[in-house]
């Protein structure tokens, strides 16, 4: 039987009124050979580790994991750009829909092949509408996926976009403005969404700042995501 023990711990903590942050590290760009040393500088407030990127080598992913189990107990979730980014390893999987887009290949393409990979698995898979918003800056995730950004002035779209997945069933929603966004999913976008939702909201990309995060989790988010450049 597949485990749902994040899923259950991360909806316990955002009942007990816990804001949770998650740093997502990027396999193809970190260095594991400095693990212990960055798991020792990010804030201490981590509650979570998202793994993933855009284009990650075989066999990346699975060493980066056994890099960080050496050095943390935090809990080590897939972010996948891909199929191939699955691992056993890992304590759960975001299974990303790329809901926002209209390329079949990850509304359900990647999606059919990760499901094949976990027919046989006890990975935690914790099923999430992923919508990518214009962060003021060309992302590698539309680049890759071959989708155009949601503007954030089209709150309405985002917001009937993100009650759709939960309606299909989602158990998260991600709103990403890109790694490097010039610009966070905006305190308007983020309320109004939250406002539809009985599901956790997670948001990220562009936020660097102490003061950025908490302006999200003030709008609504239950889970800030930072890169591995943060000032917190």
């Given at each position: 039987?597949?485990?749902?023990?994040?899923?259950?711990?991360?909806?316990?903590?955002?009942?007990?009124?816990?804001?949770?942050?998650?740093?997502?590290?990027?396999?193809?760009?970190?260095?594991?050979?400095?693990?212990?040393?960055?798991?020792?500088?990010?804030?201490?407030?981590?509650?979570?580790?998202?793994?993933?990127?855009?284009?990650?080598?075989?066999?990346?992913?699975?060493?980066?994991?056994?890099?960080?189990?050496?050095?943390?107990?935090?809990?080590?979730?897939?972010?996948?750009?891909?199929?191939?980014?699955?691992?056993?390893?890992?304590?759960?999987?975001?299974?990303?829909?790329?809901?926002?887009?209209?390329?079949?290949?990850?509304?359900?393409?990647?999606?059919?092949?990760?499901?094949?990979?976990?027919?046989?698995?006890?990975?935690?898979?914790?099923?999430?509408?992923?919508?990518?918003?214009?962060?003021?800056?060309?992302?590698?995730?539309?680049?890759?996926?071959?989708?155009?950004?949601?503007?954030?002035?089209?709150?309405?779209?985002?917001?009937?976009?993100?009650?759709?997945?939960?309606?299909?069933?989602?158990?998260?929603?991600?709103?990403?403005?890109?790694?490097?966004?010039?610009?966070?999913?905006?305190?308007?976008?983020?309320?109004?969404?939250?406002?539809?939702?009985?599901?956790?909201?997670?948001?990220?990309?562009?936020?660097?700042?102490?003061?950025?995060?908490?302006?999200?989790?003030?709008?609504g988010a239950n889970m800030v995501v930072m890169g591995t450049v943060f000032e917190a």
């Amino acid at each position: 039987m597949r485990s749902s023990f994040q899923y259950k711990n991360l909806i316990r903590q955002i009942e007990e009124g816990n804001k949770l942050l998650a740093i997502l590290i990027d396999p193809e760009k970190f260095d594991i050979t400095t693990s212990e040393k960055f798991l020792k500088i990010i804030p201490k407030q981590t509650t979570h580790l998202f793994l993933g990127g855009s284009t990650v080598p075989e066999k990346l992913m699975e060493r980066l994991i056994d890099s960080l189990r050496m050095h943390t107990k935090l809990p080590l979730i897939i972010f996948p750009g891909a199929a191939s980014q699955i691992s056993e390893k890992a304590d759960a999987l975001l299974f990303l829909s790329l809901v926002s887009g209209n390329n079949p290949e990850y509304l359900i393409g990647q999606q059919k092949a990760g499901a094949a990979q976990l027919l046989k698995s006890k990975l935690e898979v914790i099923p999430t509408g992923y919508l990518l918003i214009d962060g003021g800056s060309e992302s590698a995730v539309a680049n890759v996926t071959n989708t155009l950004p949601m503007p954030q002035s089209n709150i309405e779209g985002i917001v009937h976009t993100a009650l759709a997945a939960e309606l299909m069933g989602a158990k998260s929603i991600y709103l990403e403005a890109g790694s490097g966004a010039n610009i966070p999913v905006s305190a308007q976008v983020i309320n109004a969404v939250k406002q539809v939702l009985t599901i956790p909201l997670i948001v990220g990309g562009g936020i660097r700042t102490a003061e950025q995060k908490k302006l999200s989790y003030d709008a609504g988010a239950n889970m800030v995501v930072m890169g591995t450049v943060f000032e917190a």
